[in-house]
C-alpha cells in the first residue's frame, strides 16, 4: 500500500487533494473515538468518590437503598458531613432478575422466530414478518412505558395476583401490579427483535452445502436445521445474546415506568409471588434520582450507577466481539 | 460491524428459494416444534398490531386538534393542562440538529473505514468504538453530556448564571443525541458502500479521476440509498430517546429560551420533546395525565410508523439497484 502511494504522489499532482482528503477523514475519525473514550474517563472520574468511600461493599447488601440515597442526598449541603454509605446490591439483584427474566425468555423465543424465519416461513409471512420486527424495535421505549403501566400492569394487578399472596408478604411489600414480571415480559419484546436479527444472520450464513448434506441422508429439515445449521450458529446466537443483554442492562426509561421503582430485593424465598413484587434496576435508580445531580455526594452515587453499567456495557459488547472471531475463522461473516 | 445495524433490527437480505415439503411424516415432536415456531411468528404479529391498534383507538379517543396548537401548562384536570405544541415543534428540531450532526460525521467515518481505513489498527480501533457507541445505553450518553457541557468552555451553548453553568439546551441535547445516531448511519453507509463492486471505482480511477473526485461523484451518490435509510433508522432512535431528552433538554414544560438572540436563544434554552412529555404524564411520572400520554404517545406512534414506512420504500428502492446484472 505504502509503496503503490509513493509512486502516486511522484507521478500524479493530483495525489495531493486525496491526502488531505484522507488526512481530515482521519482527523474527523479520531476526534469521535476520543470523545468516546473521553467519555469512560469523565464517568469514572466522576464516580470514583462513591467507589472510594465504599470499596467492595458498594456492590454488597445492607440496610435500605432508598433510605442511603436519602441520606446521601440531603447531606449534599454541606461538603464537610458528605455521606457516601451506599450498597448497591437490591439494585443490581434487579438488573440481574429483569435483565436474566427477559434474556431467556426472548432467547427461546428468538430461535424458534428465527429459524422460522430462514427455513420454514413462507414467502408472505416473512415478508411480513421483516417490517413487524422493524417495528417493534423502533418503538420508543416511553411508549412500551406507558402501555405497560396502563395495560399490563392494571392486568397483574386485578387477575393475575391473588388477595391471598398479597396478603402473605403485607408485612414487607405491597403487591399493586409494578412488579417483576411486568418489566420482563415488556423487556423480552423490546429486546427480541435485536436478537431475531442477529440469528437470522447468523443462520442465513451457513453454508448451504452443510445443510443440504444432511437433508441428503434423510433427516428432516427441522432437524437438519437444529442439529446443523443452529450448531454452526451458535457464535451468532452468543453474539446475539449479549447485545440483548446491554440493550436491556442499559433500559432506563421503561423500567423505571413498570418496575415498581422500590428499592426492594425481590426474595425468591417467598415463593412464586415473587415474580410479583416490585423493585428496581440500576439505570432506572439513575433517571429516577436525576433531579438530585445538583447534591455532589448523590452525583458521584449516580455516576458510580452509570460507571457500573458502562463497564458492564463494554465487557458485554468485548464478549460479543470475542464470540464471533470462531465464525470469521470459517470465511463466514454473520 | 453487524452490531448497530442489528440495532435497528432492519434489513433481513433474501434466502435461497427451497422446496416445500410436507411435514406429515415428521415426529411428532419435531411437528410440534414447527408448530411452536409458527405460533411464535403470528405472536409477535399479534403484539405488534396489538401495540398499533390499542394506540390508534386510545389517540383517535384522546386526541383533539387543539391538543397540537396548545402549549402545555400546569394543572391538575385534562382541561388545565393544555396541549403540547412545544413538544411536537422541539422533537421536529431536535431530530433535525442532531441528525446535521450525525448525517455528515457518520458517512465521513464510513467514508473512511470503507475507503480509506489505514493505518488498519486505527480502522479496528474505529471499528468497535462505534459498534461500543451502538452499545451504549442512552442513559450514559445522557451523563456523559451533563459533564461535557456544564464545563465552562461549552458555557456559551447553555444557560449561565452566576458564572455556573447550567449544562443543559438544545444544543447539548442534540449533540449527544447524535452519537446514538452515529452507529446506525456509519454502519448502513458503510454496507451500500461495501456494496458497490471494486470495478465501478476502477473505472473512476481509470477515467483520471482521483479518490476524493471518485468518492464524492461516483460512490456517495451511489449509496445515497443506504445514505437514507441510515438517517431514517437513525431518526427513529432519536426521536424514541427519552434519557438525554429529559437530562439534557431541562424537560421544561414550555421552551424556555436563555438570552435575547432570535433563535440562538431558544437553542440555547430548555424544553421538551413528545417522549419526555409521555413520561412526564404518565401514571408514574410527575404530571399524571393519561389521556394526554395516550395522545403524544400516538402521535410518536405516527412518525415512527412512517419512518418505517419510509426504511422499506429506500429499501425497495435500493434492492432495484444491481450492479453485477
Known amino acids: 500500500m505504502k509503496v503503490d502511494d509513493d509512486v502516486l504522489s511522484d507521478e500524479e499532482s493530483s495525489a495531493g487533494p486525496d491526502q488531505r482528503a484522507e488526512l481530515t477523514l482521519g482527523a474527523l475519525v479520531c476526534v469521535v473515538v476520543g470523545l468516546v473514550l473521553a467519555m469512560f474517563v469523565f464517568v469514572l472520574h466522576e464516580a470514583w468518590p462513591s467507589f472510594a468511600h465504599n470499596g467492595l461493599h458498594w456492590f454488597g447488601a445492607g440496610g435500605s437503598v432508598d433510605n442511603q440515597i436519602d441520606a446521601i442526598y440531603s447531606s449534599g449541603d454541606n461538603a464537610a458531613r458528605a455521606v457516601y454509605t451506599f450498597h448497591a446490591w437490591p439494585l443490581i439483584w434487579s438488573t440481574i432478575l429483569i435483565v436474566g427474566g427477559a434474556v431467556v425468555i426472548a432467547f427461546v423465543c428468538s430461535l424458534f422466530v428465527a429459524v422460522f424465519i430462514v427455513e420454514f416461513a413462507p414467502e408472505p409471512m416473512r415478508a411480513l414478518l421483516q417490517p413487524v ?3 417493534l424495535a423502533m418503538v420508543p421505549s416511553v411508549v412500551y412505558g406507558l402501555l405497560g403501566v396502563l395495560v399490563v400492569v392494571p392486568f397483574i394487578n386485578n387477575h393475575l395476583i391473588s388477595e391471598h399472596s398479597k396478603a402473605s408478604v403485607t408485612p414487607i411489600i405491597t403487591l399493586d401490579g409494578y412488579s417483576l414480571l411486568a418489566a420482563v415480559v415488556i423487556l423480552a419484546v423490546m429486546i427480541a427483535p435485536v436478537m431475531i436479527s442477529i440469528f437470522v444472520n447468523g443462520l442465513r450464513a451457513v453454508p448451504r452445502g452443510w445443510l443440504e448434506g444432511s437433508l441428503a441422508l434423510g ?4 432437524r437438519t436445521v437444529w442439529k446443523v445449521g443452529v450448531r454452526t450458529a451458535r457464535p451468532a ?21 413498570v418496575s415498581g421503582s422500590v428499592g426492594f430485593a425481590p426474595n425468591p424465598a417467598d415463593g412464586l409471588v415473587f415474580i410479583f413484587e416490585p423493585s428496581r434496576p440500576l439505570a432506572a435508580t439513575i433517571i429516577d434520582n436525576i433531579d438530585q445531580l445538583t447534591s455532589p455526594p448523590m452525583r458521584h452515587t449516580l455516576y458510580a450507577l452509570g460507571a457500573v ?20 475463522r470459517y470465511g463466514v461473516l454473520a | 460491524m453487524s452490531t448497530p445495524q442489528a440495532l435497528a433490527a432492519g434489513s433481513l437480505p433474501p434466502t435461497a428459494p427451497r422446496r416445500n415439503e410436507s411435514s406429515a411424516s415428521w415426529r411428532l415432536t419435531d411437528r410440534l416444534g414447527l408448530g411452536f415456531a409458527w405460533f411464535l411468528g403470528l405472536l409477535f404479529c399479534v403484539i405488534t398490531a396489538a401495540i398499533v391498534i390499542y394506540l390508534f383507538v386510545q389517540g383517535i379517543r384522546y386526541l ?5 396548537v396548545t402549549n402545555p401548562s400546569a394543572g391538575f ?12 415543534i422541539d422533537t421536529v428540531v431536535i431530530a433535525v440538529m442532531s441528525m446535521a450532526i450525525a448525517v455528515p460525521i457518520g458517512t465521513a467515518i464510513a467514508v473512511w473505514l470503507s475507503e480509506f481505513g489505514r493505518p488498519p489498527v486505527l480502522a479496528r480501533i474505529v471499528e468497535s468504538t462505534v459498534e461500543m457507541l451502538a452499545g451504549t445505553p442512552s442513559i450514559l450518553l445522557a451523563l456523559f453530556g451533563t459533564l461535557l457541557f456544564e464545563a465552562p468552555w461549552l458555557g456559551f451553548l447553555s444557560r449561565t448564571s452566576g458564572g455556573v453553568v447550567f449544562g443543559r439546551s438544545f444544543f447539548a441535547a442534540a449533540a449527544m443525541l447524535s452519537l446514538l445516531a452515529l452507529p446506525l448511519v456509519v454502519s448502513s453507509v458503510r454496507e451500500g458502500l461495501q456494496a458497490i463492486p471494486s470495478h465501478v471505482r476502477e473505472a473512476s480511477y481509470a477515467v483520471g479521476k482521483t479518490k476524493t473526485a471518485t468518492t464524492r461523484r461516483v460512490l456517495l451518490p451511489a449509496a445515497r440509498p443506504s445514505v437514507l435509510t441510515g438517517t431514517m433508522l437513525g431518526l427513529g432512535r432519536v426521536i424514541g430517546d427519552t434519557a438525554i431528552v429529559v437530562l439534557l433538554l431541562g424537560n421544561t414544560l414550555t421552551n424556555d429560551p436563555s438570552g435575547s438572540a432570535p433563535i440562538l436563544s431558544a437553542l440555547r434554552g430548555t424544553g421538551s420533546t413528545l417522549t419526555s412529555y409521555v413520561f412526564y404524564n404518565a401514571p408514574t411520572g410527575d404530571g399524571d395525565q393519561p389521556g394526554k400520554a395516550y395522545a403524544a404517545a400516538f402521535v410518536l406512534l405516527l412518525m415512527v410508523l412512517a419512518l418505517n414506512v419510509g426504511v422499506d420504500i429506500v429499501g425497495r428502492r435500493g434492492t432495484a439497484l444491481r450492479w453485477n446484472s
Open chain 1, 133 to 135: 420486527l422493524r417495528m
Open chain 1, 219 to 222: 433427516i428432516n429439515p427441522w
Open chain 1, 237 to 257: 446466537l452468543v453474539a446475539g445474546t449479549v447485545l440483548a443483554t446491554a440493550r436491556g442492562i442499559g433500559e432506563a426509561v421503561m423500567l423505571s415506568m
Open chain 1, 309 to 328: 453499567l458502562l463497564f458492564s456495557g463494554a465487557m458485554l459488547s468485548f464478549a460479543g466481539w470475542a464470540a464471533k472471531q470462531p465464525l470469521r
Open chain 2, 64 to 68: 383533539r386538534p387543539s391538543l397540537l
Open chain 2, 77 to 88: 384536570t385534562e382541561s388545565q393542562t393544555g396541549g403540547f405544541l412545544d413538544p411536537l
